[in-house]
């Protein structure tokens, strides 16, 4: 909880730190991989960087914590800080690298805010950073703990056994164990992270959803590759797409991820868009695995029927599933798929009947996830009852949910460029 003597700094500062955080963020990472470029080298993105998502990503994270502190006073924002510490865990983060961040961040906050920075407004604010550092260091270490690991062993290499091209743009990639440690089974709807070796020799992560339940000597997991559209391409999904294969070796996290199917045995509906399907598709793999027998549906939009990716595992499943049904929305239109009821357009929920009590899985483009979530709230569906995994850096956005219009079914791939 922030202090007294912090909180109404923190109130009167908000406004301009607010208006130069962007520029703050800017000068912290160029000054951070000035002083420690060894972080550009298996734990940043830097197509993220080249883009200034990732900056975006730590402006937003910094300001929604604590506008979260001055208006929630009693309460931390538990679903921000439950999404990085998942992602920072399966990078292996450590809790020296808060120093270096901190020590980077307040330098960039002097060098953009000057004289503002008075000694009272440098405390107030470094009172905040630790309250998040703290939390998500907390968080990192019962997630280390709960899988078995350490930072510096969640690393395990794995070979290719199997590369499947799924659409014109999407591959699986089913690799399998390559020495004799336990494989921990992963949750439905959780993550892998994959740090590739790029032709410069810097190694690049990427996040990507696993997409069929674990066998214990097998993961599976599912690369779109990144069409930059005018920007450069996506230099790790492209080099995985294009160049690894069957017998190759792959340097992959164990799996992380906050977004995981409840046991609850209530109703389950999924409602993904385009390659959101992915983490779908794994908790459908795992409850068909599991012979579960509660009523599930599935809710997908996408282009049209070949760039639906991970189609026949999906429809296989559903099939096998005995009170499972699927509707999904062909922006071209498509011949019907059973067990599928097949629309043209954009996806409607007035066009399905949800189930009562029933649990959402959201996965897409951000702008549609706010608009689907938005549709539930006014079909009196509780926000409790609505999880939604977001891909990319903009961990934060994911808690500004506005009312918009459906977006591209194209977009919303795993960081995972």
């Known amino acids: 909880m922030l202090s007294d003597r ?4 923190i109130e009167a500062t908000l406004p301009v730190v607010a208006d130069n955080i962007e520029e703050i963020a800017t000068r912290f990472y160029t000054h951070l991989f000035g002083e420690h470029p060894e972080l550009i080298d298996g734990v940043f993105n830097r197509g993220n960087q080249a883009e200034k998502t990732q900056q975006m990503a730590l402006a937003g994270s910094v300001a929604v914590f604590a506008s979260s502190l001055v208006k929630v006073p009693e309460q931390l924002p538990e679903h921000l800080l439950n999404r990085i510490a998942h992602k920072h865990a399966s990078l292996g983060i450590t809790p020296a690298q808060y120093d270096v961040v901190h020590d980077n961040l307040f330098w960039a906050i002097v060098d953009v805010l000057g004289d503002a920075v008075t000694p009272e407004v440098a405390a107030a604010w470094d009172e905040v950073y630790w309250l998040m550092a703290y939390a998500l260091i907390n968080q990192e270490r019962g997630l280390y703990s709960a899988r078995g690991v350490r930072p510096e062993t969640v690393w395990r290499e794995w070979e290719v056994a199997e590369k499947t091209r799924e659409t014109e743009d999407v591959v699986t990639f089913r690799v399998r164990r390559t020495d004799d ?3 921990r089974t ?6 892998v992270t994959v740090q590739v070796p790029m032709p410069d020799g810097v190694r690049q992560p990427r996040q990507y959803s696993l997409t069929r339940a674990d066998d214990g000597e097998h993961r599976q997991f599912a690369v779109k590759r990144v069409h930059g559209g005018g920007k450069p391409d996506g230099e790790v999904s492209n080099l995985l797409f294009d160049t690894v294969d069957v017998g190759d070796r792959l340097t992959m996290s164990v799996p992380f991820g906050d977004v995981v199917l409840d046991d609850s045995g209530r109703p389950v509906v999924f409602v993904s868009a385009g390659v959101g399907i ?3 598709a794994g908790m459908l793999s795992h ?6 027998r509660l009523p599930i549906t599935l809710l997908h939009a996408d282009v049209d029927q070949a760039s639906f990716a991970l189609r026949r595992q999906v429809m296989e499943d559903l099939r096998a599933l005995p009170d499972a049904s699927a509707h999904v929305w062909y922006e071209r239109g498509a011949d019907p798929t059973p067990p599928a009821e097949v629309h043209t357009g954009v996806m409607d929920l007035d066009h399905v009947k949800l189930p009562d009590d029933a ?3 959201l996965c897409g483009p951000l702008p549609f996830m706010q608009a689907v979530r938005s549709a539930l709230i006014d079909a009196d569906v509780p926000p409790r009852d609505i999880q939604y995994e977001v891909f990319g850096p903009d961990l934060w956005q994911a808690d500004l949910v506005t009312e918009t219009t459906p977006g591209s079914t194209d977009g919303g791939g795993p960081e995972r460029g």
């Open 278 to 280: 992915t983490p779908m």
């Open 359 to 361: 649990r959402y899985y």
């Open 6 to 9: 912090s909180r109404p700094v």
């Open 186 to 191: 992963s949750l439905p709807g959780q993550y």
């Open 287 to 292: 409850l068909t695995a599991a012979g579960a």
């Open 181 to 183: 440690r336990l494989v």
